[in-house]
């Protein structure tokens, strides 16, 4: 008797257990959402709010040839200073005026707001708005960024967009864009034509099919660097009201891409955007255009050796 009833404890026992871990399975791989259909899309809601900061510019009287944005925390002071000595220096090159801004919400901890605020003053190369400054708030970052050429600056011809902890040669894109000659409906980068979406719910790119029920995203460019001629720029920020909201920002724009018909080209034949990092070599570097996972103190030492090579002929160069 007292055996019979062992034994049925202990296969309900196994039956909950069981049906726990799968449960657990479903709930790591598929998302939180495990009994609810996933809901339908949302699009994507521009805000009318005003900028809390503005770079010092008047782009109808000088307009740029190229405007990088560059996404970063508040709290990377660092990065943003070693970027502002090196690349991110506003520099003429080949007769084209090429300037880098900053791309940042704001702090929920006063003295950080303070701190954003003194040095847009200082620098006056800050584009800030009101939303909380994090990084699943990397999509709203980064149309902030579009909003801000759309009304301010439609006059330059080229933006590309790119993050703290990339080296960006921008003395080599320019000569790039200029022989490419393409300055309408144009955008590149580390092209992702068939990528799809991550359902590991650990990881920092998961997607749950709620946000996103695809199997396969649109074709995207890497979000440590892209580039898009400025009506391109001008556009994904028009139509993005009408595009599902997606948090991976290099994602939403490429949905912003397909909603428009504009196709992803690649800027040379060689590879030159580099998402996972490039050893470094003076040469080497000076014919890439990014290069990922690069610290604020090696950006140092990397620029001046670029530049030191910048009139001197490399082995193997044509
Ligand atoms: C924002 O939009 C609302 C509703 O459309 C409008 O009433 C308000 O004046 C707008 N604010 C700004 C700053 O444009
Ligand atoms: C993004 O910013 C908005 C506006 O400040 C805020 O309500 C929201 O919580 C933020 N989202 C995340 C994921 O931090
Ligand atoms: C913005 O989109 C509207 C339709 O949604 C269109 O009529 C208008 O021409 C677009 N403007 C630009 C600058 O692309």
């Not at 949302?42 to 709010?49: A, I």
């Not at 570097?285 to 950006?299: G, N, Q």
Request: charged letters at 25%; proline letters at 4%; aromatic letters at 14%.
């Amino acid at each position: 008797m007292a055996s019979k009833i062992l034994k049925k404890m202990f296969f309900s026992s196994v039956v909950l257990v069981s049906a726990g871990f799968c449960l657990f399975i479903k709930w790591t791989t598929d998302g939180m959402c495990i009994f609810c259909e996933p809901k339908r899309e949302v699009s994507f809601k521009r805000d009318n709010k005003t900028f809390l900061a503005l770079p010092n510019i008047d782009c109808s009287r000088t307009p740029p040839f190229l405007v990088v944005l560059v996404t970063s925390s508040l709290a990377q002071s660092k990065a943003r200073m070693a970027i502002r000595e090196t690349w991110g220096k506003e520099r003429v090159i080949a007769n084209k005026h090429v300037v880098t801004y900053f791309l940042l919400g704001t702090a929920l901890n006063h003295n950080n707001q303070v701190a954003v605020t003194a040095e847009s003053q200082k620098y006056g190369d800050i584009i800030q708005k009101d939303f909380i400054d994090t990084y699943y708030n990397l999509t709203l970052k980064t149309m902030m960024g579009l909003e801000w050429i759309h009304k301010f600056c439609p006059q330059s011809s080229f933006v590309m967009k790119t993050d703290s902890d990339v080296f960006v040669n921008t003395y080599y894109l320019t000569e790039l864009l200029l022989k490419k000659n393409r300055n309408t409906r144009f955008f590149t980068g580390f092209l992702k034509l068939k990528e799809r979406p991550i359902r590991k719910i650990y990881s920092k790119w998961y997607v749950s099919k709620a946000e996103y029920p695809g199997n396969t995203y649109p074709p995207f460019c890497s979000g440590t660097g892209y580039v898009f001629s400025t009506d391109v720029a001008s556009q994904v920020y028009n139509i993005s009201e009408n595009v599902p909201f997606v948090k991976l920002e290099d994602v939403f724009i490429g949905l912003c891409l397909a909603e428009l018909n504009i196709k992803l080209e690649e800027l040379h034949s060689k590879q030159t955007f580099f998402p996972e990092g490039l050893k470094f070599s003076p040469c080497r570097y000076k014919k890439i255009v990014t290069s990922h996972f690069v610290k604020p103190h090696e950006l140092l030492l990397y620029w001046s050796a670029v530049e030191r090579v910048m009139d001197e002929k490399c082995p193997g160069s044509r």
